[in-house]
T-cell receptor
Framework: QKEVEQNSGPLSVPEGAIASLNCTYS??????FFWYRQYSGKSPELIMS????GDKEDGRFTAQLNKASQYVSLLIRDSQPSDSATYLC????????????FGTGTRLLVSP | SAVISQKPSRDICQRGTSLTIQCQVD?????MFWYRQQPGQSLTLIAT?????????ESGFVIDKFPISRPNLTFSTLTVSNMSPEDSSIYLC???????????FGEGSRLTVL
């Protein structure tokens, strides 16, 4: 069973700070990684995808991938109370699009 | 990304009954998946809905309990059969982006079984 692991949190940060969310995965064959945001009572929303080692930036979000360490992270700069949600890390098993495996999610709380 | 509509958005059901959830996509998609999210838990893949053939089920999920149909490239149904309170969950339809790689979700169907 391939696994994606996250700290469940909650991770509490003050408004304006950088929130750092981390994820590790067990399948060395995984090539594609994703971060989803899920507000309470809502379905997951894709916010970042990353396929290559290094950083990928999109607005206030930066995804980081280190395949050698099997580590994915998401940085949220200038955190806002509206960023308070559960963030799910996900990875496709192996190289095909057969099963997207999700971590348990990290709950982020941004206080005003 | 595709617009994915699910019906019903929520329902309260009696033990022993069955409920069918519909998923409609506004464009043709190759791959559709059904996930379950139990209260306070992450997402678990139930099955891949294959167009024109039987669905591919994950370990722990069986066709008799979760029959799935996919008559065309824009529509699928998931039935939760003979429900028990343990089936109380959010059921999510998802589709693979045309370019491959990215998975998008419908709004989900929240089922409560009494």
């Amino acid at each position: 069973q391939k696994e994606v692991e996250q700290n469940s949190g909650p991770l509490s940060v003050p408004e304006g700070a950088i929130a750092s969310l981390n994820c590790t995965y067990s399948d060395r064959g995984s090539q594609s990684f994703f971060w989803y945001r899920q507000y309470s009572g809502k379905s997951p929303e894709l916010i970042m995808s990353i396929y290559s080692n290094g950083d990928k930036e999109d607005g206030r979000f930066t995804a980081q991938l280190n395949k050698a360490s099997q580590y994915v992270s998401l940085l949220i700069r200038d955190s806002q109370p509206s960023d308070s949600a559960t963030y799910l890390c996900a990875a496709w098993e192996n190289t095909g699009f057969q099963k997207l495996v999700f971590g348990t999610g990290t709950r982020l709380l941004v206080s005003p | 990304s595709a617009v994915i509509s699910q019906k019903p958005s929520r329902d309260i059901c009696q033990r022993g009954t069955s409920l069918t959830i519909q998923c409609q996509v506004d464009s043709q998609v190759t791959m559709m998946f059904w996930y379950r999210q139990q209260p306070g838990q992450s997402l678990t893949l139930i099955a891949t809905a294959n167009q024109g053939s039987e669905a591919t089920y994950e370990s722990g999920f069986v066709i008799d309990k979760f029959p799935i149909s996919r008559p065309n490239l824009t529509f699928s149904t998931l039935t939760v059969s003979n429900m028990s309170p343990e089936d109380s969950s959010i059921y999510l339809c998802s589709v693979l982006s045309p370019g491959g790689g990215e998975l998008f979700f419908g709004e989900g169907s929240r089922l409560t079984v009494l």
